[in-house]
DNA sequence: ATAATACATTATATTTATTCTAAACTGTTG
DNA sequence: CAACAGTTTAGAATAAATATAATGTATTAT
């Protein structure tokens, strides 16, 4: 793998020793034609398909985190049960399907800039996300 | 209560026969002098101390997703351990202090009109929500 | 009014995502 | 190669949300 050396600093930066386990990981994540949603849960399952490697649940939750810490990965502001991950971290807007469940990106440039005139005294704005809810467009709508 | 009427009819359009407990969920939810944030735990705890009826868990969340679902109430997308709803139905957005865990009103003139030019065949828009993410404005900011 | 029915409420059990724990393991350093 | 620091893992713990089933209450028709 050419970009083994990559995901060893990824991981550094993180401040995260290169394991088999997360260097699998970061294969998975990182080595993806295209970006891509996903649960805690789908990325398990991912590395079980695609590689002997079998990593717990405990180690992908971890590495997951310290990537968002980074920046290297986005959490995505749904709620539902589960939490949903991004390996898209450009700044990009989704789509939620409420009725299939499903994630959908919206380009930046689909999007106008949102400006917030408000502040906070003493905060700064980290992140700014949309979300827009989507479902059937039939007549017969409720 | 001069507004019990109001709430019995918001509770028929919900589906919802209006009985002791839900009555007071309304109370709660619609006679307060501002709107708020709550979770559901917060919701029972409110109405345990301002009141002598004791209200499962199981009611409270019934009512409060037939008033989602009937646009009473509003869910706040946020990915955070539990939910947060909100009595402010009127098309705002939030700030949320990630490290006070702590949401505020972004009143809908403090952003300019999100314009989404990407459409979905055959779905439409339900709803679109802004959350900002907010931090201390320290320099020393990692 | 009252009886019969349909719906509500509740305590408790269940489910499920996430976090924690502690024991076994790995890999690096002296 | 011994000691140490950090890892991995299975399984336990936690906690939110939902389901269950017995008991209670509102509604309807009589």
Redesign the pocket.
């Known amino acids: 793998m050419a970009y083994a050396d990559q995901y060893i600093e990824k991981?550094r930066k993180s401040?995260?020793?290169?394991?088999?386990?997360?260097i699998k990981i970061c294969e998975v994540l990182f080595d993806a034609e295209k970006t891509f949603h996903f649960?805690?849960?789908e990325l398990v399952k991912i590395i079980e398909n695609q590689a002997n490697?079998?990593?717990?649940?405990?180690?992908?939750?971890?590495?997951v985190?310290a990537f968002i810490k980074k920046g290297y990965l986005k959490e995505i502001p749904l709620?539902?049960?589960?939490?949903?991950y991004d390996t898209n971290v450009s700044h990009h807007h989704h789509f939620f399907d409420v009725e299939e469940n499903r994630l959908i990106d919206i380009h930046q440039d689909d999007v106008d800039e949102v400006n917030i005139k408000r502040t906070i005294p003493g905060k700064k704005i980290r992140s700014v996300e949309v979300i827009a809810k989507i479902v059937s467009d039939n007549q017969s709508q409720k």
Chains 1, 2 share one sequence.
């Open positions: 991981l401040g995260l020793r290169p394991t088999k386990q997360r649960t805690i849960k490697i079998k990593v717990s649940l405990a180690t992908v939750y971890n590495t985190h709620n539902a049960s589960q939490s949903y």
